[in-house]
């Protein structure tokens, strides 16, 4: 099956500078890769994902870029502020299931 | 437009008795999946419905049943709850599985403890 790593597991920055995070994934056929924010207590919310015909996606102070030869994926936030503070999941879509990766806790400070 | 909707948000079991969670969606989607979520672990997969009348395991199904009980519900059961079995699951719901490119909406999650 799928198997996806995402690094780091923590990630602090301040306020206005930019936070990248990383993922591999193992199924080649996999094409559809979203990112998850999850804010303390609340539920997993959709923020971009991005299909395997496309190598980056931007919207606004989020990008996404993916490489289907070396089989990875990052989120790139620039500009970060507080309110990005949360856990953020990476997945990739196989044949019938999404594989998460075990997140990344990003803390900005102000 | 409710989305997806989990009952009960929060629940205490003791060793030994049974529970089912519920999961509703309105989005007329057809598959739905019910995930856990422990500490430093990621979202991992129970069961999922890729379509009424269809369940399949995921990567942790021991210690659980599912029931697609119509094209909006999918119920989760712990026949014989376990302490391992704390934690917070969540429910989504898509509309196609199966390479799709659709994304997966949460459900607000029910925090389940196991004494």
């Known amino acids: 099956g799928e198997n996806v790593e995402q690094h780091p597991s923590t990630l602090s920055v301040q306020e206005g500078d930019s936070a990248v995070i990383k993922c591999t994934y193992s199924?080649?056929?996999?094409?559809?890769f979203p990112w998850y924010k999850q804010e303390l207590g609340k539920r997993p919310q959709l923020i971009i994902d991005i299909r395997s015909n496309v190598g980056e996606k931007k919207d606004q102070r989020i990008a996404v870029t993916l490489n289907k030869t070396a089989k990875h994926f990052s989120l790139h936030i620039t500009e970060t502020q507080p309110e990005d503070s949360a856990v953020y999941f990476c997945?990739?879509?196989?044949?019938?299931?999404?594989?998460f990766g075990k997140g990344t806790m990003l803390l900005v400070s102000p | 437009n409710a989305g997806v909707t989990q009952t009960p948000k929060f629940q205490v079991l003791k060793t030994g008795q049974s529970m089912t969670l519920q999961c509703a969606q309105d989005?007329?989607?057809?598959?739905m999946y019910w995930y856990r979520q422990d500490p430093g672990m990621g979202l991992r997969l129970i069961y999922y419905s890729a379509s009424e009348g269809t369940t399949d395991k995921g990567e942790v199904p021991n210690g659980y049943n599912v029931s697609r009980l119509n094209k909006r519900e999918f119920s989760l059961r712990l026949e014989s709850a376990a302490p391992s079995q704390t934690s917070v699951y969540f429910c989504?719901?898509?509309?196609?599985?199966?390479?799709?490119?659709?994304?997966?909406?949460f459900g607000d999650g029910t925090r389940l403890s196991i004494l």
């Open positions: 997945a990739a879509m196989g044949y019938s299931t999404l594989t």
């Open positions: 199924d080649s056929a996999s094409n559809y």
């Open positions: 989005m007329n989607h057809n598959s």
């Open positions: 989504a719901s898509s509309w196609t599985a199966s390479y799709s490119n659709q994304p997966q909406h």
